[in-house]
């Protein structure tokens, strides 16, 4: 039995996995012989951004792990049926209380969500404030607005500091 991130029995029919060729495909996938579900492992998307208001960029102190008590991007998962445009928007409101505006695409970065968590493909935009009432909530204890040079060193996450290198690469004045 190959282990394939500790998964051995199909979810929707329990059937044990196994790891081999599936129809139409080059490549060896996890897949299930009872009810041809095949366990893609793609990754999950998210969706984030570097927030400026008034030279300064929002981070957001994580309440929750991995990486509990270090300063994020906000973010999060993009749930099934919603652009990632809108996952922003919606995040920003769950966990900041802050109505925000996309100016632009920043980039995208790949990662995992801790040490051995799930691969993570993180879509990061540039946004701006345009209303709301500063708060923070669910899985977010504290707001931070930082100028490019005071960005602390604990970032949670490598995709945290390739975002911001990739923002600060674009040149501020
Ligand atoms: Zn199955």
């Known amino acids: ?35 041809e579900l095949v366990l893609y492992d793609n990754p999950a ?10 030279g300064r960029l929002m981070l957001t102190l994580r ?5 509990k008590g270090d300063w994020d991007l906000p973010g999060g998962y993009i749930e ?4 990632p445009e809108e996952a922003l928007v919606r995040e920003m409101r769950e966990e900041t209380g802050l109505e925000v505006e996309i100016t632009g695409m920043l980039g995208i970065f790949l990662d995992t969500y801790g040490d051995g968590g ?26 931070g607005w930082f100028s490019p040079d005071e960005i602390p060193a604990n970032l949670a996450f490598r995709n945290t500091r390739e975002a911001l290198d990739a923002w600060l690469a674009k040149g501020r004045d």
């Open 118 to 143: 799930t691969d993570t493909l993180n879509i990061c935009y540039e946004a701006g404030v345009k209303g709301g009432e500063e708060a923070p909530a669910s899985d977010v204890i504290a707001i």
């Open 45 to 54: 998307p998210t969706s984030c951004a570097v927030i400026v208001r008034n």
């Open 80 to 83: 099934v049926g919603e652009h």
């Open 63 to 67: 309440g929750i792990e991995p990486h």
């Open 1 to 35: 039995m190959t282990d394939h991130r500790g998964w051995t029995h199909c979810p929707r029919c329990k059937t044990d996995l196994a790891f081999g060729p599936i129809a139409g495909e080059e490549q060896d996938r996890l897949n299930c012989s009872g009810c």
